[in-house]
T-cell receptor, first 113, second 112 residues
Framework: ETGVTQSPTHLIKTRGQQVTLRCSSQ?????VSWYQQALGQGPQFIFQ???????GRGNFPPRFSGLQFPNYSSELNVNALELDDSALYLC????????????FGPGTRLLVL | EDQVTQSPEALRLQEGESSSLNCSYT??????LFWYRQDPGKGPEFLFT?????EEKEKERLKATLTKKESFLHITAPKPEDSATYLC?????????????WGAGTKLIIKP
């Protein structure tokens, strides 16, 4: 069974640029959630995708957007990067059956200069 | 406002010295409480889910318990490899998408 994978592992961008992060869900999972984790903090929910539709969004501006593809993989796009966007971006996958346990990938470390 | 608070922020123990980590929560309706372990620079690793007050779950040296206001993660005779940040998160009944609301974590250091 393949776990959740994310790419790239690390990324350095400058303020104002755009970035795309990618996530492949665990086998058998059709739901992907994205979280932002600043250093020393707990993760913050960005949004979730289920059946290629956004299914809930946290307190993040519209410049954070996403996609889910038919194979349940997902992308997180961030436009007009700000210094405060520097964080670990986590992707979690889960199934819709019963109680939802979310399984996380290794994360993408984004540094905005 | 719904929130999750973990204490202490950091805990240093000698190998073999048992202790407990606390997660207190204030939510309008609890669907489930989750414990994860996170190593530096990596994603959280699932440990336990607890659904109702009085429930307990165990895994190796770890035991999680739940009351109506808080959860404890008890660690018995810890080893250096148990060093990590332990995160607590809750799911609310109002959230149909099962999103997680997280505490800031407890950084656990086990000295040999």
């Amino acid at each position: 069974e393949t776990g959740v994978t994310q790419s790239p592992t690390h990324l350095i961008k400058t303020r104002g640029q755009q970035v795309t992060l990618r996530c492949s869900s665990q086998s058998g999972h059709n739901t992907v959630s994205w979280y932002q984790q600043a250093l020393g903090q707990g993760p913050q929910f960005i949004f979730q995708y289920y059946r290629e539709e956004e299914n809930g969004r946290g307190n993040f501006p519209p410049r954070f957007s996403g996609l889910q593809f038919p194979n349940y993989s997902s992308e997180l796009n961030v436009n007009a990067l700000e210094l405060d966007d520097s964080a670990l971006y986590l992707c979690a996958s889960s199934s819709r059956a019963g109680q939802e346990t979310q399984y996380f990938g290794p994360g993408t470390r984004l540094l905005v200069l | 406002e719904d929130q999750v608070t973990q204490s202490p922020e950091a805990l240093r123990l000698q190998e073999g010295e048992s202790s407990s980590l606390n997660c207190s929560y204030t939510v309008s309706g609890l669907r489930g409480l989750f414990w994860y372990r996170q190593d530096p620079g990596k994603g959280p690793e699932f440990l336990f889910t607890l659904y109702s007050a009085g429930e307990e779950k165990e895994k190796e040296r770890l035991k999680a318990t739940l009351t109506k206001k808080e959860s404890f993660l008890h660690i018995t005779a810890p080893k250096p490899e148990d060093s990590a940040t332990y995160l607590c998160a809750v799911q609310r009944t109002v959230d149909s998408n099962y999103q997680l609301i997280w505490g800031a974590g407890t950084k656990l250091i086990i000295k040999p």
